[in-house]
């Protein structure tokens, strides 16, 4: 019996004696903030450019989606008054509609007379000018796609630049402390650039492919207005 209790007592001393490990948990902001003052530099220009690329992507979508919407009766309005002979009326329903297919539309209507040739020029001339409203600031989501990996690769040679110069100056004896803020700063610079560049990538291809939609209404739209006007009458 007495065994028995001296057993039990030394197995509660050891665990007694065994140490507490406490689970640490890091945040992504702790990750961040980890990175040395290096580090935070570079995470404070990446978080700049998310910004942007974030702002860009959903201004440029608004007025995408707004260029979009056109009403799909509204060439049928066009051809009647055209058929009738109500010029004037065409292109107060162009004004009201005032989108990028109805700006096309009016641009085809002023010159109503010419030659088929110079009717077809001034349409695509303006279907340039819409073009370029709609992609105003859409290559600036590519530079930030292609940029902020290179930013961020930036950190890395940077923090990996510091542990090497920290394990060289103490000859071999560096401090862990001293070689972990430098390894930090490689490896959350790159994270974050990887993050902001794939965000950026995500968003101006999406907004490439919105636009490439309002640009084939555009030519649909030219294509049927040309085509009306060669009708015989």
């Given amino acids: 019996m007495l065994y028995f209790f001296q057993e039990d ?23 961040f903030l980890s990175g ?55 292109r107060i329903r162009c004004a009201q509609a005032n989108s990028p297919v109805a700006r096309l539309t009016a641009k085809g209507l002023d010159r109503i007379g010419s030659p088929l040739e110079d009717i077809n020029t001034a349409i695509e001339n303006a279907g340039r000018l819409e073009v370029y409203k709609l992609e105003k600031n859409v290559s600036i989501l590519a530079t930030i796609a292609g940029a902020a990996p290179m930013i961020g690769f930036l950190g890395t040679v940077i923090g990996m630049v510091i542990a090497f110069h920290e394990l060289a100056t103490s000859s071999g004896q560096a401090e862990m402390g001293a070689l972990a803020e430098g390894i930090y700063t490689a490896m959350t610079t790159t994270v974050a650039g990887l ?31 040309l085509d009306l006007l060669n009708e015989p009458a």
């Fill in 195 to 225: 993050i902001v560049g794939i965000i950026a990538y995500i968003g101006y291809n999406h907004l490439v492919v919105k636009t490439d939609k309002v640009v084939h209404q555009m030519e649909a739209t030219a294509v049927d207005f």
């Fill in 36 to 90: 040395g003052v290096g580090g935070q530099i570079i995470i404070a220009i990446l978080f700049i450019l998310l910004f942007v690329a974030v702002y860009i992507y959903f201004e440029r979508l608004f007025a995408i989606k707004a260029a979009s919407e056109t009403d799909s009766n509204f060439m049928h309005q066009i051809k009647d008054s055209v058929v009738h002979g109500n010029i004037e009326s065409a």
């Fill in 9 to 31: 007592g030394l197995a509660q001393a050891a665990q007694e004696a065994e140490p507490i490990v406490e689970e640490k948990t890091l945040s992504l902001m702790d990750l």
